[in-house]
């Protein structure tokens, strides 16, 4: 039986570990933090024909920065309160009680 329940808590661990890794905190923060650095750098290089367009408002950098405070925020929600995995039940048979 220990065989058995040693191979039980590894998959319970690895579970555990793909739920963390899978979090779609991590995944949402991750893309806004790499979209907003990428549009806030656009954002600081526009031209000014560029600036004229948008009537002198610099909608890539604004934009940007909202969506990199976005991504940083889902980050930290992430660090801040992580997925914490349900306590091992005992274990339930497979045999119907009678």
Do not use: C
Not at 14 to 25: G, W
Not at 26 to 32: E, W
Not at 33 to 60: F, P
């Amino acid at each position: 039986m220990s065989e058995l329940h040693r191979e039980v808590s590894d998959l319970e661990s690895k579970s555990a570990t793909a739920a963390r890794l899978f979090d779609i905190r991590r995944i949402i923060g991750g893309l806004f933090a790499v979209y907003g650095v990428i549009v806030t750098i656009a954002g600081i290089t526009a031209s000014d024909a560029d600036l004229e367009k948008a009537q002198d408002i610099n909608i890539n950098l604004w934009t940007g920065l909202a969506m990199l405070a976005l991504g940083l925020f889902f980050l930290a929600w992430l660090k801040l309160r992580p997925i914490v995995p349900p306590p091992a039940g005992p274990a339930q048979s497979t045999e119907p009680t009678e």
